[in-house]
């Protein structure tokens, strides 16, 4: 069992994972290598399954955690933070829709969305790591 203060290390690396298959995911499909392609976007959708209840574990275990930060950086936080949430909020039935079009073969739908979706999931995930990063390791809360 992984205690509660190790999750948010756990959904950064999940973070961290799912913006490493969406990149090679993006790869492949540019190569045309398209099983390459669904097993790494399956798994980039998987992991953010994984990040999003540990997450939602967290939360409602620990509640909201505070940004400790002061001076110029308060407002460079909760503008990547905003950012990520709203964007966060928008993604999982973006995804969903952009996976379950590929599965059903329609293609031509599936990469009018998709070209929406991979920005918006990739900024989520690297913006999810820069958070945990500032808010868990550059101004740790004393616990």
Known sequence: MISLSALPALNA?????????LLLGYRFIRQRRIAQHKACMLTAFALSLAFLVSYLTYHFQVGSVPFRGTGWIRPVYFT????????????????????????????????????????IWLYVSVTGIVVYWMVYRLYPAAW
Request: hydrophobic share 55%.
């Open 13 to 21: 690396s999940l973070n961290a994972a799912s913006t490493l298959f």
């Open 80 to 119: 990547i933070l905003i950012s990520h949430t709203v964007l966060a909020a928008l993604l999982p039935p973006l995804a969903l829709v952009t996976l379950v079009r590929a599965l059903r073969q329609q293609f031509d739908r599936h990469r009018r969305l998709a070209r929406w979706t991979l920005p």
